[in-house]
């Protein structure tokens, strides 16, 4: 679960900015909505302790992520927290499947190549698995990011933007894929987006 608490965040000459508390707790989603320029972005960043808030506090599973060390708090991140980003951000030398044991890497896991194929196989990839990720089609490459972010079963997932760019049915199948996956890890699901579509799918909504 994720909880946030008196959370504000001020950029070096600009406003200080305010957010409401959230939380969220395993297996549940919170959909977070509002225009540019409202700090969806800087929210999501506080959420994953990408960024320190000037006030308050990020609680993932009762641990304050910002009473860690910065170096902690990396590994904690890579252990909790997995970011389904707008832009997929693979790998284009490696295939399917080695960008997503690049989460287990960057979090000192031993990679579990079967894991890896299992789930990619779970979001219709299998064909795909050993495919070098610029070879596919952008609806695969948003797959094997979905993948990445929760091999090691956080215990939130966050995605930013997921469909921004995604027409009307394939919105519904990428949302559907986060709340399955999510599920599946018995995690917190985060979005954080501009879309008002999303709001025909979550009943828990935060409006920035």
Known sequence: MIETQNLTFQYEGGTEMRFPDIRVDSNESLLILGPSGKGKTTLLHLLSGLLTPKNGSVKIVNQDIFS?????????????????????????????????????????????????????????????????????????????????????????????????????????????????QAQDSHAALVIVTHDARLTNYFKNQVHL
Do not use: C
């Open 68 to 180: 860690l060390k910065e170096k902690d708090r990396d590994h904690f991140r890579g252990q909790n927290i997995g970011v389904v980003f707008q832009k997929s951000h693979l790998i284009k030398a490696l295939s399917a499947l080695e960008n997503v044991l690049m989460a287990q890497v960057a979090s000192g896991e031993k990679t579990d190549s079967k894991k890896g194929a299992l789930l990619l196989k779970r979001l219709g990839l299998e064909q795909q698995t050993y495919q070098k990720s610029y070879e596919l089609s952008v609806g695969e490459q948003q797959r094997v990011a979905i993948a990445r972010a929760v091999i090691n079963q956080p215990k939130v997932v966050i995605a930013d933007e997921p469909t921004s760019a995604l027409d009307d049915a394939a919105t519904k199948e990428v949302i559907q894929l986060l709340e399955q």
